[in-house]
């Protein structure tokens, strides 16, 4: 298997655009997590999934981000509009089971600055 | 915060020595992981530890559990160049997801 996915790998864009990050999970894993990684706050949880339902998006920080799961093998981030402060990388990962109980594995990661 | 924190922020040590990070953490878990990430990649998984064990080993890790002290800690020992990263715990505080400590950036100078 390739790994998890995540496309683009860089995407530098103005504020207020929209933006959209990618991921594909590796086939057969059930959750699926999207992080965003900053040095200032380090890394958190944004929202994950379970067999493509939404289970927490408490991390979500505001109205102007969403995801989507449409099947078992896509997920989006949705960013609309930008800003400067959500300048940072975002990491999608993907694990066959919760609870804590098996790794999770992490895609490369989206490295997204707004201007 | 649920966050674990981990000390120290950063480390620097010469190759062929050892490594220590600790890792403490504020509620009840039901297991613990060791991440590690390299400059501009994703994290990737070093080791599980789950609440009923106390001790670890895969390789060169070994990796302690104290739950009476919420407190875990990962050593690396002889220590390679290429062991230079950052060390993350993470902790399912009995849920489904997983909450990343501040992490550790460890040197290992040649």
């Known amino acids: 298997d390739a790994g998890v996915i995540q496309s683009p790998r860089h995407e530098v864009t103005e504020m207020g655009q929209e933006v959209t990050l990618r991921c594909k999970p590796i086939s057969g894993h059930d959750y699926l997590f999207w992080y965003r990684q900053t040095m200032m706050r380090g890394l958190e949880l944004l929202i994950y999934?379970?067999?493509?339902?939404?289970?927490?998006d408490s991390g979500m920080p505001e109205d102007r981000f969403s995801a989507k799961m449409p099947n078992a093998s896509f997920s989006t981030l949705k960013i609309q509009p930008s800003e400067p402060r959500d300048s940072a990388v975002y990491f999608c990962?993907?694990?066959?089971?919760?609870?804590?109980?098996?790794?999770?594995?992490f895609g490369p990661g989206t490295r997204l600055t707004v201007l | 915060s649920q966050q674990g924190e981990e000390d120290p922020q950063a480390l620097s040590i010469q190759e062929g020595e050892n490594a220590t990070m600790n890792c403490s953490y504020k509620t009840s878990i039901n297991n613990l992981q060791w991440y590690r990430q390299n400059s501009g990649r994703g994290l990737v998984h070093l080791i599980l530890i789950r609440s009923n064990e106390r001790e670890k080993h895969s390789g060169r890790l070994r990796v302690t559990l104290d739950t009476s002290k919420k407190s875990s800690s990962l050593l690396i020992t002889a220590s390679r160049a290429a062991d230079t990263a950052s060390y993350f715990c993470?902790?399912?505080?009995?849920?489904?997801?997983?909450?990343f400590g501040t992490g550790t950036r460890l040197q290992v100078f040649p």
């Open positions: 999934f379970n067999n493509n339902v939404p289970i927490d």
């Open positions: 993470a902790t399912d505080f009995n849920t489904d997801k997983l909450i």
């Open positions: 990962a993907s694990s066959p089971s919760g609870r804590g109980d098996n790794e999770q594995f």
